[in-house]
């Protein structure tokens, strides 16, 4: 008796160090909207640009290179803000330098992107087994202390803009759980946003 005792104790401490420990990471869309009036003809070059202060300068220009990246990768030619305009060092663009930049590469869409905000919530998990059924849940939800641990979700927009027209063509909030490094968060906001792009037939789908 006191062996299955010992064992259902050590089943609760590992289930709740399993539940605590896959607090997990991952990005998602979650809302988006776009211009339903617009033909479905996917856009073919993209002028990238990153919104950021001066002091994540390196932050803007990774994602601007890494939209660039895998936009190429799926048939979409683009290029970076960093790479088509001379960058002044408030980062701030004039609207006669992007236009020079668009008739000069040929663009038929702009992208923006940029944080909206940084949240860090507090979240208690308690943990238990259903060993014992009934009983055995409700003892190790009793005896068992409550973890917690501090999640930080990270918020960027994304819009994509007719060159020509300037309209909005498509925007997206895009919601980061926990990052590994500031490197996977951006790899991931820009999958998932050419992952929408795509599904919604405004870049093609390779």
Not at 25 to 50: A, F, H, Y
Not at 81 to 89: E, W
């Amino acid at each position: 008796m006191r062996s299955r005792t010992n064992q259902w104790f050590a089943c609760t401490i590992l289930s709740t160090f399993l539940i605590v420990a896959c607090v997990g990471t991952g990005t998602k869309l979650t809302q988006t909207q776009m211009d339903e009036n617009r033909q479905k003809k996917p856009v073919s070059n993209i002028l990238v640009l990153g919104v950021t202060y001066k002091e994540k300068e390196e932050i803007r220009r990774s994602f601007e290179d890494s939209f660039v990246v895998q936009l190429r990768a799926v048939g979409v030619e683009a290029v970076s803000s960093g790479n088509a305009i001379s960058i002044p060092t408030d980062l701030k663009l004039e609207k006669d330098e992007i236009l020079k930049a668009v008739h000069k590469f040929n663009n038929d869409a702009i992208l923006i992107t940029y944080v909206t905000g940084k949240d860090e919530k507090e979240d208690y998990t308690r943990g238990y087994s259903g060993y014992y059924g009934y009983y055995g849940r409700a003892y190790g939800y009793a005896h068992i202390p409550s973890y917690s641990s501090t999640n930080t979700f990270y918020r960027l927009a994304t819009k994509l803009y007719d060159a020509e027209t300037e309209k909005l063509i498509w925007s997206g909030i895009s919601e980061t759980l926990n990052p590994d490094s500031t490197r996977q968060m951006i790899d991931d906001v820009v999958k998932v946003v050419i992952k929408d792009l795509q599904k919604n037939n405004l870049i093609p789908q390779k």
